[in-house]
T-cell receptor
Framework: GAGVSQTPSNKVTEKGKYVELRCDPI?????LYWYRQSLGQGPEFLIYFQGTGAADDSGLPNDRFFAVRPEGSVSTLKIQRTERGDSAVYLC??????????????FGSGTRLTVV | QKEVEQNSGPLSVPEGAIASLNCTYSDRGSQSFFWYRQYSGKSPELIMS????GDKEDGRFTAQLNKASQYVSLLIRDSQPSDSATYLC??????????FGTGTRLKVLA
């Protein structure tokens, strides 16, 4: 596609429920990243995929968070037993390779998750 | 101490003035720095990157880097109301990961 697409754009869920957030990267981009941005904060790194594998998942806050990218394209971020503190904008980004160059990488428009 | 520090603002400047946004970082080994602009409710978009000490100009934007003092700044000349946004400073950690500051909210007053 022309850009990084994230769905849904907004998600409201009840505490304790399971949610899935989807990211469709730019076609041909092998690297995919998930960041989380809480209100008034900068984006925080969650996980990086190179192809199908998670090259670095050190930013995932705990084992309730999991992400997959089974075919090396679309990725899904999964959050189990959601808590109110999980409320944030979840940003996905992709780049042609794993190297950041002068062009940085392209962020999607994000999914705003609200846990009530 | 946070790795990237920014004043959250808001920084208010009149239209046509120079807006100066500053950022300090703690890792002396950091090599690459980026400025992203984020409009309210939107995703970050890259404005500039800078790797070497000194100034780098792109249109109305100038990025400045001083590695000895561990700060990076962004100057916006002839500020316009459309420049009102949050400006995020980021350093490049390793080959693929950014560390962002909290951002500075800029308000350009018409």
């Amino acid at each position: 596609g022309a850009g990084v697409s994230q769905t849904p754009s907004n998600k409201v869920t009840e505490k304790g429920k399971y949610v899935e957030l989807r990211c469709d990267p730019i076609s041909g981009h092998t690297a995919l990243y998930w960041y989380r941005q809480s209100l008034g904060q900068g984006p925080e790194f969650l996980i990086y995929f190179q192809g199908t594998g998670a090259a670095d998942d050190s930013g995932l806050p705990n084992d309730r968070f999991f992400a997959v990218r089974p075919e090396g394209s679309v990725s899904t971020l999964k959050i189990q037993r959601t808590e109110r503190g999980d409320s944030a904008v979840y940003l996905c980004a992709s780049s042609l390779t794993g190297q950041i160059n002068n062009y940085g990488y392209t962020f999607g428009s994000g999914t705003r998750l609200t846990v009530v | 101490q946070k790795e990237v520090e920014q004043n959250s603002g808001p920084l208010s400047v009149p239209e046509g003035a120079i807006a100066s946004l500053n950022c300090t970082y703690s890792d002396r080994g950091s090599q690459s720095f980026f400025w992203y602009r984020q409009y309210s409710g939107k995703s970050p978009e890259l404005i500039m990157s800078i790797y070497s000490n000194g100034d780098k100009e792109d249109g109305r934007f100038t990025a400045q880097l001083n590695k000895a003092s561990q700060y990076v700044s962004l100057l916006i000349r002839d500020s316009q109301p459309s420049d009102s946004a949050t400006y995020l400073c980021a350093l490049y950690s390793g080959t693929y990961k950014y560390i962002f500051g909290t951002g500075t909210r800029l308000k350009v007053l018409a």
